[in-house]
């Protein structure tokens, strides 16, 4: 069984910059959650989404949005890039939000964003 | 609000050791913790979790976390390190809110010496 997917793995983007973070999470699973770990922290949640809607945001600028599809893979964008955007971002699935409580979110390997 | 704090920031063993992580919590109500580990350039794996359940939560690897609601701890323990859990470690509370979201701590770099 394929484990959460993420892509790509590595990208680099210049100040100001678009850019598209894509997850596919594990088969069955309907929800998906995004954080944020800068290096030397612990990540940081910024949004959830079930069954297509966001569920949760964290504290986080307009800049940053996501959206879920049908299939409930998921896109994390983030407009007008800043150098303190560099960072791993984690794409994490579950059942639904309920059990993310119970069993844990299985986490993807990231993809590790530079902004120069 | 929910948060919780690692108390170590890095940890220093010989294999063949025991370990501690050291975590404690702050929560308004009874909570639900995790450990998870990082291995370098890896994702977050999932040790153990607790949720309102035994207090003492066995998880993979050998690991293991006690529970202790007076001491508001959650601390990670291992028996005798080895050396593939050389990696980063991180407490995690979650939140109430309905989003579910977790709240991770700062991190406990652990590494173990030959």
């Known amino acids: 069984d394929a484990g959460v997917t993420q892509s790509p793995t590595h990208l680099i983007k210049t100040r100001g910059q678009h850019v598209t973070l894509r997850c596919s999470p594990i088969?069955?699973?309907?929800?998906v959650s995004w954080y944020q770990q800068v290096l030397g922290q612990g990540p940081q949640f910024i949004f959830q989404?079930?069954?297509?809607?966001?569920?949760g945001r964290g504290n986080f600028p307009d800049r940053f949005s996501a959206r879920q599809f049908p299939n409930y893979s998921s896109e994390l964008n983030v407009n007008a890039l800043l150098l303190g955007d560099s960072a791993l971002y984690l794409c994490?699935?579950?059942?639904?939000?309920?059990?993310?409580?119970?069993?844990?979110?299985?986490f993807g390997s990231g993809t590790r964003l530079t902004v120069v | 609000a929910q948060s919780v704090t690692q108390l170590d920031s890095h940890v220093s063993v010989s294999e063949g050791t025991p370990v501690l992580l050291r975590c404690n919590y702050s929560?308004?109500?009874?909570?639900?913790l995790f450990w998870y580990v990082q291995h370098p350039n890896k994702g977050l794996q999932l040790l153990l979790k607790?949720?309102?359940?035994?207090?003492l939560v066995k998880g993979i690897n050998g690991f293991e976390a006690e529970f202790k609601k007076s001491e508001t701890s959650f601390h990670l323990t291992k028996p005798s390190a080895h050396m593939s859990d050389a990696a980063e470690y991180f407490c995690?509370?979650?939140?109430?809110?309905?989003?579910?979201?977790?709240?991770f701590g700062t991190g406990t770099s652990l590494t173990v010496i030959p």
């Open positions: 994490a699935s579950s059942l639904g939000v309920a059990a993310g409580d119970s069993y844990g979110y299985t």
């Open positions: 088969s069955g699973h309907k929800s």
């Open positions: 989404y079930y069954e297509k809607e966001e569920r």
């Open positions: 929560s308004s109500y009874s909570p639900s």
């Open positions: 607790y949720t309102s359940a035994a207090t």
């Open positions: 995690v509370v979650r939140g109430s809110n309905t989003g579910n979201q977790f709240y």
